[in-house]
């Protein structure tokens, strides 16, 4: 499975990111093991960003994302693609990844 974890730090030992389209990072699993690390393009800016993430996951094959919290839009539109979400509070990356 292919799971993105928004991130406060470039590693599994950051947080869980409090805010989904704004997560300064992704961190991507596949099969739990780290295959890329991505610095949010839509962290700054207008409207859009979790609707410009979410479609950069779709785009990715990501099954599962995993945050602190997802925007009405931004749930939506994983809906749509048929990407599961899960909130994870107060974790670091690799206590949410083991909970995946």
């Known amino acids: 499975m292919k799971i993105a974890i928004a991130?406060?730090?470039k590693d599994e030992s950051a947080q869980v990111s409090p805010v989904s389209g704004r997560a300064e990072f992704?961190?991507?699993y596949e099969d739990k093991k780290l295959i890329e690390t991505i610095s949010n393009p839509f962290q700054h800016g207008g409207?859009?960003?979790g609707i410009g993430v979410?479609?950069?996951f779709a785009n990715k094959g990501v099954?599962?994302?995993i945050s602190g919290k997802f925007g009405p839009n931004m749930t939506a539109?994983?809906?749509e693609k048929k990407i599961k979400y899960?909130?994870?509070y107060n974790k670091t990356v690799k206590e949410a990844l083991e909970e995946a």
Do not use: T
Request: aromatic share 10%; proline share 0%; charged share 15%.
């Open 54 to 56: 979410a479609q950069m």
């Open 77 to 79: 539109f994983l809906d």
């Open 47 to 49: 409207g859009g960003a």
């Open 26 to 28: 992704y961190l991507i």
């Open 63 to 65: 099954e599962l994302v």
């Open 86 to 88: 899960k909130i994870a």
């Open 7 to 9: 991130s406060s730090g």
